[in-house]
Nanobody, 122 residues
Framework: QLQAFGGGLVQAGGSLRLSCAAS????????MGWFRQAPGKEREFVAA????????YYGNFVKGRFTISRDNAKTTVYLQMNSLKPEDTAVYYC?????????????????WGQGTLVTVSS
């Protein structure tokens, strides 16, 4: 199971840190990622991190504002979001898969958390 939390209301330019706690799986074997879905839009890739933490991937829109990290001892992945914009408003989902390519294209093998709402006011 994946449980995401940390969303909330923040003003433009502010910061939030999302967390996703994993349980019931061998966390270290999984690539972890974040996706988001804004109202009326398709779910899009935000960031991913390999099991070792050595490799990270980001959506084009991130442009250095977000940082993904993980703590394997705590089986938790984080998304630090800075310089937030109103267009970042969305439900953010954490996700897991054993392979990065399957995670990036949202294959059926991907496991999903329940989502946490981030609202950025202008």
């Amino acid at each position: 199971q994946l449980q995401a939390f940390g969303g909330g209301l923040v003003q433009a330019g502010g910061s939030l840190r999302l967390s996703c706690a994993a349980s019931g799986r061998s966390f270290n074997n999984y690539v972890m990622g974040w996706f988001r879905q804004a109202p009326g839009k398709e779910r899009e890739f935000v960031a991913a991190i390999t099991w070792s933490g050595d490799d990270t991937y980001y959506g084009n829109f991130v442009k250095g504002r977000f940082t993904i990290s993980r703590d394997n001892a705590k089986t938790t992945v984080y998304l630090q979001m800075n310089s937030l914009k109103p267009e970042d408003t969305a439900v953010y989902y954490c996700a897991a898969d054993v392979k990065i390519d399957r995670l990036l294209i949202q294959r059926r093998s991907v496991s999903w958390g329940q989502g946490t709402l981030v609202t950025v006011s202008s």
